[in-house]
């Protein structure tokens, strides 16, 4: 069983930056997904972005050179969330997960991942 507690989320102006970690325990095989969902008000959950175990990244479209997913290492102990130039629409609670399968872009349904954090909330205001 895999443990996920994520942190960093704060309330920021709109063009700041935040970083978001997500500590990572318990079992981890060699093939894995590592990714950031985030909620926005009335709105669904969506992964914004993604990382692999060959450490390949795949990002929404909303996110896409702004945001940059990195890990701690191959291990997959942390994952981090980079954020920069924040809009007021990245406002929502951000939410790591897993899965113990190597494919790994965007966009994958909230169903493929097992593990989840407790998410971190993110507030942009213009």
């Known amino acids: 069983q895999v443990q996920l507690v994520e942190s960093g989320g704060d309330s920021v102006q709109s063009g700041g930056s935040l970083r978001l970690s997500c500590a990572i325990a318990g079992y981890m095989n060699e093939f894995y997904c590592l990714a950031w969902f985030r909620k926005a008000p009335g709105k669904e959950r969506e992964g914004v972005a993604l990382i692999g175990n060959d450490g390949r990244t795949s990002y929404t479209d909303t996110v896409k050179g702004r945001f940059t997913i990195a890990r701690h290492n191959a291990d997959a102990t942390t994952v981090y969330l980079e954020m920069n130039s924040l809009k007021a629409e990245d406002t929502g609670m951000y939410y790591c997960?897993?899965?113990?399968?190597?494919?790994?872009?965007?966009?994958?349904?909230?169903?493929?991942?097992?593990?989840w954090g407790q998410g971190t909330q993110v507030t942009v205001s213009s």
């Open positions: 997960a897993t899965r113990h399968l190597g494919y790994c872009r965007v966009p994958l349904p909230v169903r493929e991942f097992p593990s």
